[in-house]
């Protein structure tokens, strides 16, 4: 069984940038301005992608922070893959 640690009703706004190795968003705070404005600069950001079959660690100090939603999980059927 997997457990996600996020809601999935979570609409909220996340700053983050693109991991540099495997492009997956890296989500690092909450966007208290629910997408409006410019996103901040951090002074330093060292990030580590949270992907299982990454990891890639990196400084983010200069790269692009942008705004993510979390994406919802596509639903799946546990009962069905266990009937065998």
Known sequence: MHISR???SDARWYLGVR??????PILFA????EGEGEPFRAEKLVL?????ACRHQA???AATVSR???????????SESNRD
Request: charge should be negative.
């Open 6 to 8: 996020w809601p999935k």
């Open 19 to 24: 991991c540099q190795k495997c492009e997956a």
């Open 30 to 33: 909450l966007d208290r301005s």
């Open 48 to 52: 580590t992608c949270s992907q299982i």
């Open 59 to 61: 400084d983010y100090s």
């Open 68 to 78: 993510f939603q979390k994406e919802q999980a596509a639903p799946t059927n546990e």
